[in-house]
């Protein structure tokens, strides 16, 4: 691959996106540069620009909202459901102006948000649906994968997630319309060579991090399966310890288990700290995703976010992510569940 002398958006690039698109269930996949890149190319060809409001939620990773923001749009933040912390179906429509343009539901920790209803929602207000799936390969909805319901779905490909090209990002999508668009802009707006049909960026994928994604992709499942008979396990012994919630799947999905993040609620024994300390004390990671929602970051206080989301600030107190990965042995599950 090196000696064929084309190391980005090469061959190769084009092989891990066909892999990709069939894997997903959708015509077209095309490959950029990262996760953010992904969310913000699928929003600008899909004509999101300034003035428009997208809405979306708080709880996530803060390149969800900046991708709106690089287009010129608004993100307009609708609170979470407390089960599941993905975007409440039941608050989007209060939120829907005659700027609002499309919908970007999270898919977060890997469980795919409710697209039965936000589509219903997308449909009976003609927004569009771009669903930010870059903590859920592999995820289902009634059968269908995560990416390939809205007008695209976004993915990243970065280490943590639960496959990794280093960095890298795909968007999914069923118009060609909407591929061929993304492919010019990704490339400098240069359909022939040195002819730029518009102002585009470079977010290019390299063969390199291609070449991972394939080997990646196809360990994918397998993965997935194990991360979530660890998902299983934890479940089944935490569930019943007083003031610790465990994650839900309803019915008809299935989940990426891309985290396995419980709520500490004031009823459990210790403090959300405590527990944080007495696991790392014997060598447990955690983590906190995520402590500070995104209307409430210190690079969006002169946005003019002043209402409160009440479910989005109570669980970002209550989160805890606790081991989940495919390599966890029963006996490190059990060494988990001791700490307790
Ligand atoms: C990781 C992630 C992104 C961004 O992906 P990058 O590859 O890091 O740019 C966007 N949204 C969510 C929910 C993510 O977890």
Not at 311 to 335: A, F, M
């Amino acid at each position: 691959m090196l000696k064929g002398g084309q190391l980005a958006q090469g061959k190769i690039v084009e092989q891990f996106e066909n892999n990709f698109a069939k894997f997903i269930g959708v015509k077209y996949a095309c490959a950029v540069a990262n996760g953010t890149a992904a969310l913000h190319l699928a929003l600008l060809s899909l004509g999101i620009s300034k003035g428009d409001e997208v809405i979306t939620t708080s709880f996530s990773f803060i390149a969800t909202a900046n991708a709106i923001l690089y287009t010129g749009a608004k993100p307009v933040f609708v609170d979470v459901d407390e089960k599941t912390f993905n975007i409440n179906p039941e608050l989007i429509e209060e939120k829907i102006t005659s700027k609002t343009k499309a919908i970007l539901p999270v898919h977060l920790y890997g469980l795919p948000a409710n697209m039965e209803q936000i589509m219903k929602i997308a449909r009976k207000h003609n927004l569009l649906v771009v669903e930010d799936a870059c903590q859920a390969h592999g995820a289902e909805i009634n059968d269908k994968k995560a990416g390939s319901i809205g007008a695209a779905g976004c993915f990243s490909f970065y280490p943590t997630k639960n496959m990794t090209t280093g960095e890298g990002g795909m968007i999914t999508t069923n118009s060609s319309t909407l591929a061929q668009k993304i492919r010019l802009l990704r490339n400098h707006g240069m359909r022939e060579r040195y002819r730029h049909e518009e102002i585009g960026f470079n977010l290019r994928m390299t063969d390199i991090e291609a070449a991972i994604g394939l080997e990646q992709l196809k360990k994918l499942s397998l993965m997935n399966k194990k991360r979530a008979s660890n998902a299983l396990f934890l479940s089944k012994q935490l569930k019943n310890i007083e003031g610790i919630l465990t994650p839900i799947v309803p019915q008809g999905i299935k989940h990426a288990w891309h985290q396995y993040t419980i709520r500490v609620t004031p009823s459990y024994k210790l403090t959300r700290e405590k527990l944080i300390e007495r696991l790392s004390a014997k060598k447990i990671g955690t983590a906190i995703y995520y402590a500070v929602p995104i209307h409430l970051q210190l690079a969006y206080k002169n946005l003019g976010y002043t209402d409160t989301l009440p479910v989005t600030e109570q669980i970002s107190k209550e989160v805890l992510s606790i081991p989940v990965r495919p390599d966890l042995t029963v006996d490190q599950l059990k060494y988990i569940i001791d700490q307790f």
